[in-house]
């Protein structure tokens, strides 16, 4: 027990069922990573289809590992320890079975609080909870804007009232206890805690 006989925020995480996702990431982020490949093309090795005919031309790349993908986590004052460990728990299945050599991680409330490259299980696991001010996800966006990230992933309540620049990269808004809530842009999967 940590001090005044709680459990250490560090062992609640380890306590979390990391294993029962809420959103099904395997099926969103696979099509969202094929669709976002679709168009690499690779000359090392030919279309083998027009070989016959004597042409030499690029074949597409079907490569179904995860891209660089930047999450970025609302850590706002009406986010709860316990939500932000249900987040850190998809966030966990994703790397668990997809297998990305890394991800991009934030933590934004009404500033950004935490943006770390995340290569392993075992450092997500010891991600730290920082937050609790104002909602305002353009400190997210605008640093996801200078990442080399394909993509962003916004996992949020959608509790805020901002004007958002748009990143000119694929969003997708994963979003929390509010159905109404309706993106500036970018993808809505809505789920309930």
Same mark, same amino acid.
């Given at each position: 027990?940590?001090?005044?006989?709680?459990?250490?925020?560090?062992?609640?995480?380890?306590?979390?069922?990391?294993?029962?996702?809420?959103?099904?990431?395997?099926?969103?982020?696979?099509?969202?990573?094929?669709?976002?490949?679709?168009?690499?093309?690779?000359?090392?090795?030919?279309?083998?289809?027009?070989?016959?005919?004597?042409?030499?031309?690029?074949?597409?790349?079907?490569?179904?590992?995860?891209?660089?993908?930047?999450?970025?986590?609302? !850590?706002? %004052?009406?986010?709860? =320890?316990?939500?932000? *460990?249900?987040?850190?728990?998809? &966030?966990?299945?994703? /790397?668990?079975?997809?297998?990305?050599?890394?991800?991009?991680?934030?933590?934004?409330?009404?500033?950004?609080?935490?943006?770390?490259?995340?290569?392993?299980?075992?450092?997500?696991?010891?991600?730290?909870?920082?937050?609790?001010?104002?909602?305002?996800?353009?400190?997210?966006?605008?640093?996801?804007?200078?990442?080399?990230?394909?993509?962003?992933?916004?996992? !949020?309540? %959608?509790?805020?009232? =901002?004007?958002?620049? *748009?990143?000119?990269?694929?969003? &997708?808004?994963?979003? /929390?206890?509010?159905?109404?809530?309706?993106?500036?842009?970018?993808?809505?999967?809505?789920?309930?805690?």
């Amino acid at each position: 027990k940590g001090e005044g006989g709680t459990v250490p925020e560090s062992l609640q995480r380890m306590l979390v069922e990391f294993n029962k996702p809420l959103v099904r990431w395997q099926t969103v982020l696979k099509r969202f990573m094929q669709e976002l490949d679709k168009n690499d093309y690779s000359w090392a090795k030919p279309n083998k289809r027009t070989l016959h005919m004597g042409m030499y031309l690029p074949r597409m790349i079907s490569d179904t590992s995860l891209s660089k993908v930047t999450f970025a986590i609302d !850590t706002s %004052g009406s986010i709860s =320890t316990e939500q932000f *460990n249900q987040f850190v728990s998809e &966030i966990y299945n994703i /790397f668990k079975t997809m297998k990305p050599k890394r991800i991009d991680l934030m933590q934004f409330d009404h500033s950004l609080k935490y943006h770390k490259e995340i290569k392993s299980l075992q450092e997500l696991k010891k991600v730290p909870f920082r937050g609790h001010g104002g909602t305002v996800p353009e400190v997210a966006i605008k640093a996801f804007m200078n990442t080399d990230s394909k993509a962003l992933v916004v996992i !949020t309540d %959608g509790e805020f009232h =901002t004007n958002l620049p *748009n990143p000119k990269r694929p969003v &997708i808004w994963v979003v /929390f206890n509010n159905k109404r809530f309706v993106p500036p842009y970018g993808k809505a999967i809505h789920f309930e805690l």
